[in-house]
């Protein structure tokens, strides 16, 4: 079977992707373990004048690095495209049920050149909380003997 890859973004115009890889396992709620599809699990930030990134993912942040793949990878979308002709001809001979006039066609929808990689254990985001301390109002503080 021949697989036929296109590019609709024209010559040196497809968007700009990253993977971020991470050390160890994102596990997601029980509440929301069927559903995670578009879930925010964090904030991912680089400040402007370095090359570092953080990742936040509750009360915990990650210190990770820009590293360039060796190869670039495509990420590519599936489209399904059907022949007409050869589906009556599947229909006369009677091989219904099979999928040989599906033509598959794959875009090109993005290039990833670069990850972004957090290989460090991530650090507590949780301070210690200052003592509060009452002061009671109205009453003059000793200052020394009268």
């Not at 229909?91 to 050149?113: K, Q």
Request: net charge neutral.
């Amino acid at each position: 079977m021949q697989i036929k890859v296109k590019c609709s973004c024209g010559e040196g115009g497809c968007p700009e992707w990253a993977i971020v890889e991470l050390q160890g396992v994102v596990e997601a709620q029980p509440l929301f373990q069927n559903r995670i599809q578009n879930l925010q699990i964090g904030v991912l930030c680089r400040p402007s004048s370095q090359e570092s990134y953080t990742f936040t993912v509750g009360y915990h942040e990650l210190i990770g690095s820009k590293v360039s793949l060796k190869k670039p990878i495509l990420v590519l979308k599936k489209i399904k495209l059907h022949n007409k002709e050869e589906e009556e001809e599947e229909e006369e001979e009677g091989g219904g049920g099979v999928n040989s006039a599906t033509a598959v066609e794959l875009d090109v929808i993005g290039v990833i050149r670069h990850k972004i990689l957090f290989k460090t254990r991530p650090k507590a985001l949780i301070t210690k909380t200052q003592p509060f301390v009452k002061e009671k109002i109205g009453e003059p503080s000793p200052v020394g003997p009268h």
